[in-house]
């Protein structure tokens, strides 16, 4: 047995001496002051660390290093392992933070030196020193209890707030003053007590960092200056916040913080006096001004947000939650906004004025699991017509009033509406419109109710009668826009496709005479025609083509002069074939026209209809059984002037005449002529007359 306690006895004093050797002799301190260079030095091919003297005994330290030739590290005094006290001088200046980063495993840039004193022992020491972080006037006081924080003074004036975020190893977002006193009498949580006052002046973004780190777009200079002032207590701390700002201010009048279980509860204010200056940050230029104030709470990774705002001279209350910082729920209300405040503040045309009410309970605010309901009310609302015609090149006359309800159901990734527009001009509903907001696709159907075509007279530049109902979908996916309808109109169907700009219409077994009616044309034919239009809406061309079956012409001005030249009832002739085909160049028609019946056939080449102007311009090249004449039709549209060429038809009356009254024509002329009846002096006179007129 007593072998093996002198065995223990000895393994002790050999480890103890080991231990002492490796750390309290020359020998050891020079393994020890080995180890630390090859660490700091290891994979950092511009950093070199010397340590010119690491001296550690039982009573006295001293570590005396070099980095680079330019930064040094002096720690020195005395040190009682056995006591546990400490009487240490130090002196450190880091030219480069990021040197010791294998050492400190700290992401530190930049300079950094201070020096000071570290005197006490186990029960109560004291770290006192002064620094000059980040350009500073530093001063801090520590006393220790258990080598523990028990009490902290630090006073810091004008450190750079742009050499602090170097320090950090962060972009410089700014550059100004930081000025901060700490005063805490007592750092134990539970016995908490003391303020720390924290000011920022003479700041200003850098507008470059900030829209490369966060993609924005700030040309404007920014300039703020902070106040916060924070007193503490045990378990908890109380905070006031000001940040004034050249965009906006912040006012957060007390912020309380539980140390124990992090929960939080703060009220808040926010003023933009001008935001315009916002432009930046939301890529658009608004207008106005805004505020908000309201409350919040924070506990775990939930945090909530309730506040009210005067945005559009509304009522505004929402009550939202966060979870892992992103949206969780939302529920809002905004009474009583005005149209035109909108508009306004989008920095929009003010070419609408109303109220404005939108309800929004958003169950689940998460996409994948989206759950809620948003309804959207415009009442008493109008057009400001002079400047939707300035803006949009219309030419209203009448004024537009308006209201819109829109009922939203929000259910995973996709946003599902019912909608009403009520106007003056018409109606538009629609059942189902989905908007997508996985690909930002909407997908929707329509009727469009239109009671009186004649107030539509502004917006499509024709003079129309009658009604409409059109109903159809329209969608929008991938950058494709497609809008199609169907309507049962003119005594016949009308469906048109349109994508994107490229529109197909056609008109199936209308009735002309109510397509003339619509269009406030004469009433001229009567038949069942079918029509196709095809038509770029971006270069304004297109192509109009069109089939009449088994028409005829009703009694007009054009009909009732033929017949008294011609001995001829045009309207009792039926045309079996009557084909158009039209150029379109915006409002103008350049039109062909062919129309056969058994007795006649109408030709028109190059005929000119302008629908804006209500012009005409045309060549009628008609045939009545053997005879030829030309029509001309020009003027407006609904009292056109028409000319006739008829020298075929008035030569034929003629010759009918002179034969029909040849022999009275014959005496007469014998008389004057002083001749006989057998003389043919008379008759040649005839047959020259005949002659002149051919």
């Known amino acids: 047995m007593k072998k093996i306690f002198l065995l223990l006895t000895l393994i002790i004093i050999l480890i103890l001496g080991s231990i002492y050797g490796l750390l309290f002799t020359k020998f050891g301190n020079n393994i020890v002051s080995s180890y630390i260079e090859r660490k700091v030095n290891l994979d950092q091919k511009d950093v070199k660390l010397k340590v010119n003297d690491f001296t550690l005994t039982l009573n006295y330290l001293n570590f005396d290093a070099w980095i680079n030739d330019n930064s040094k590290i002096n720690i020195s005094g005395d040190l009682s392992i056995l006591k546990k006290s400490v009487d240490l001088k130090y002196d450190i200046k880091i030219n480069e933070l990021s040197t010791l980063k294998n050492l400190t495993k700290l992401e530190f840039k930049g300079p950094f030196s201070t020096n000071g004193i570290f005197i006490g022992n186990e029960k109560e020491a004291i770290i006192q020193g002064i620094s000059d972080i980040a350009q500073s006037q530093t001063k801090y006081y520590f006393n220790l209890e258990q080598f523990e924080a028990r009490n902290i003074n630090v006073q810091i004036k004008n450190a750079k707030i742009e050499d602090l975020l170097v320090l950090l190893n962060k972009p410089k977002y700014a550059k100004g003053d930081l000025n901060i006193l700490a005063d805490i009498k007592d750092a134990n949580i539970s016995n908490l007590d003391g303020m720390i006052v924290l000011k920022i002046i003479n700041a200003k973004i850098n507008n470059e960092v900030i829209n490369k780190e966060f993609n924005q777009t700030f040309t404007s200079p920014i300039s703020f200056h902070s106040d916060i002032n924070a007193l503490l207590y045990p378990n908890k701390a109380e905070i006031k916040t000001d940040l004034i700002s050249s965009i906006a201010d912040i006012f957060v009048n007390k912020t309380s913080i539980d140390l124990l279980s992090n929960k939080i509860e703060s009220d808040y204010k926010i003023d933009v006096k001008n935001l315009s200056k916002l432009e930046g940050l939301f890529s658009k230029k608004l207008n106005g001004e805004f505020s908000t104030n309201g409350n919040i709470k924070s506990a775990d990774d939930i945090v909530e947000i309730d506040g009210t705002s005067n945005i559009f001279e509304s009522t505004t209350k929402f009550d939202t939650k966060l979870k892992d910082f992103k949206p969780s729920s939302f529920e809002f209300s905004i009474e009583n906004a005005k149209l035109e405040k909108l508009l306004q503040m989008l920095n929009e045309?003010?070419?609408?004025?109303?109220?404005?009410?939108?309800?929004?309970?958003?169950?689940?605010?998460?996409?994948?699991?989206?759950?809620?309901?948003?309804?959207?009310?415009?009442?008493?609302?109008?057009?400001?017509?002079?400047?939707?015609?300035?803006?949009?090149?219309?030419?209203?006359?009448?004024?537009?009033?308006?209201?819109?309800?829109?009922?939203?159901?929000?259910?995973?990734?996709?946003?599902?509406?019912?909608?009403?527009?009520?106007?003056?001009?018409?109606?538009?509903?629609?059942?189902?419109?989905?908007?997508?907001?996985?690909?930002?696709?909407?997908?929707?159907?329509?009727?469009?109710?239109?009671?009186?075509?004649?107030?539509?007279?502004?917006?499509?530049?024709?003079?129309?009668?009658?009604?409409?109902?059109?109903?159809?979908?329209?969608?929008?996916?991938?950058?494709?826009?497609?809008?199609?309808?169907?309507?049962?109109?003119?005594?016949?169907?009308?469906?048109?496709?349109?994508?994107?700009?490229?529109?197909?219409?056609?008109?199936?077994?209308?009735?002309?005479?109510?397509?003339?009616?619509?269009?406030?044309?004469?009433?001229?034919?009567?038949?069942?025609?079918?029509?196709?239009?095809?038509?770029?809406?971006?270069?304004?061309?297109?192509?109009?083509?069109?089939?009449?079956?088994?028409?005829?012409?009703?009694?007009?001005?054009?009909?009732?002069?033929?017949?008294k030249l011609a001995k001829f009832d045009l309207t009792k002739e039926v045309y079996e074939t009557f084909d158009i085909n039209s150029q379109i160049n915006d409002k103008v028609l350049t039109s062909d026209l062919l129309m056969k019946s058994v007795n006649t056939q109408i030709d028109i080449k190059d005929s000119i209809l302008d629908l804006e102007q209500k012009q005409i311009d045309a060549k009628i090249n008609a045939t009545i059984k053997d005879k030829t004449f030309v029509v001309g039709v020009n003027g407006e549209t609904s009292h056109p002037k028409i000319s006739f060429n008829t020298k075929d038809l008035i030569k034929e009356e003629i010759n009918k005449q002179l034969e029909k009254k040849k022999d009275k024509i014959e005496e007469k002329l014998n008389k004057v002529l002083g001749g006989n009846s057998e003389d043919d002096k008379a008759k040649k006179l005839i047959e020259n007359l005949k002659f002149l007129i051919k």
Do not use: C, W
């Open 349 to 563: 045309p003010i070419y609408a004025l109303g109220d404005l009410n939108i309800q929004g309970d958003i169950k689940n605010a998460n996409l994948d699991k989206l759950d809620g309901t948003i309804s959207s009310k415009i009442t008493n609302a109008s057009i400001v017509n002079e400047v939707a015609n300035t803006v949009f090149k219309e030419n209203l006359q009448e004024k537009v009033n308006f209201d819109l309800n829109v009922n939203t159901n929000l259910v995973p990734n996709q946003a599902v509406s019912k909608a009403t527009l009520q106007t003056t001009l018409g109606n538009l509903t629609t059942q189902k419109s989905v908007y997508d907001f996985g690909d930002k696709s909407f997908d929707s159907d329509y009727l469009l109710n239109l009671p009186s075509l004649e107030k539509m007279k502004n917006f499509l530049k024709i003079n129309l009668r009658g009604k409409m109902d059109i109903n159809g979908n329209i969608s929008n996916k991938n950058d494709i826009f497609l809008l199609n309808g169907k309507s049962n109109t003119l005594g016949g169907n009308l469906d048109f496709n349109l994508n994107n700009n490229k529109l197909n219409a056609n008109l199936k077994n209308v009735d002309i005479q109510e397509l003339l009616n619509m269009l406030a044309y004469p009433k001229i034919f009567d038949s069942k025609g079918t029509f196709v239009l095809d038509y770029d809406l971006l270069v304004k061309k297109g192509e109009l083509k069109g089939n009449l079956l088994n028409g005829h012409f009703l009694p007009n001005d054009f009909s009732m002069i033929l017949d």
